[in-house]
């Protein structure tokens, strides 16, 4: 079982990026799909959270109105755009999958891709 994370990268403030997903080695049917964020020194966060239908999303309250989720089942595959940002959004962005709907306790959840760097300048 795979998670690859990629779309990281060097932004200015204001600027914008996708992060993507790409899941492998089994089906992800029924499972939600949620990104976190660490930056250093600090813990864990969630970001956002999908389930499998699409049918339920949850932000943090740091990126409502700025970050958008988004998954194609077609290419298990889960997006997060990311408009708007600023420098306290750089951090190392992980994809995981939990099984039923997105939750935003990081131990819930059963894979986890390796994560992609994201720093904003300011």
């Known amino acids: 079982v795979q998670l690859q994370a990629s779309g990281g990268g060097l932004v200015q403030a204001g600027g914008s990026l996708r992060l993507s997903c790409a899941a492998s080695?089994?089906?992800?049917?029924?499972?939600?799909m949620g990104w976190f964020r660490q930056a250093p020194g600090k813990e864990r966060e969630f970001v956002a959270g999908?389930?499998?239908?699409?049918?339920?999303?949850e932000y943090a309250d740091s990126v409502k109105g700025r970050f958008t989720i988004s998954r194609d089942n077609a290419k298990n595959t889960v997006y997060l755009q990311m408009n708007g940002l600023k420098p306290e959004d750089t951090a190392v962005y992980y994809c995981?999958?939990?099984?039923?709907?997105?939750?935003?306790?990081?131990?819930?959840?059963?894979?986890w891709g390796q994560g992609t760097l994201v720093t904003v300048s300011s």
């Open positions: 999908v389930s499998w239908s699409g049918g339920t999303i």
């Open positions: 080695g089994r089906s992800f049917s029924g499972y939600g």
């Open positions: 995981a999958a939990i099984p039923g709907v997105p939750r935003t306790q990081a131990t819930l959840y059963a894979y």
